[in-house]
């Protein structure tokens, strides 16, 4: 069973950071596409940023050069640092995990099996 659980939401200033956590078992962490997707109210979900096991990543346009996922091995977590947040940015932030997810394919809602619970970040 997949279980991946976020940390790190928060209210910010526009112009601040936050950073992310999803934490997820080993097996998942080194088996496992993992990404971040974002919703906010009366939108639709869509992808932030993705890395596959190797550490390779994709970003959405809109996030490129101020939103950066890593991973840390030592804690089979992926992180996703935000830096220069808009209010645009403001959304209920989920974790997602797939096996079959290619990295540098558009990050998809529907092709994702796990999720977690989802963390909120509002900027202001």
């Not at 088996?31 to 994709?58: L, N």
């Not at 030592?74 to 995990?97: G, H, I, R, W």
Request: charged fraction near 20%; aromatic fraction near 10%.
């Amino acid at each position: 069973h997949v279980q991946l659980v976020e940390s790190g939401g928060g209210s910010v200033q526009a112009g601040g950071s936050l950073r992310l956590s999803c934490a997820s078992s080993r097996y998942t962490y080194s088996t496992y596409f993992m990404a971040w997707f974002r919703q906010a109210p009366g939108k639709e979900r869509e992808g932030v940023a993705g890395i596959d096991r190797g550490g390779s990543t994709s970003y959405a346009d809109s996030v490129k050069g101020r939103f950066t996922i890593s991973q840390d091995s030592a804690k089979n977590t992926v992180l996703l640092q935000m830096n220069e947040l808009k209010p645009e940015d403001t959304a209920m932030y989920y974790c997602a995990a797939d096996r079959s997810v290619v990295c540098g394919t558009p990050l998809i809602p529907s092709e994702y099996d796990y999720w977690g619970q989802g963390t909120q970040v509002t900027v202001s």
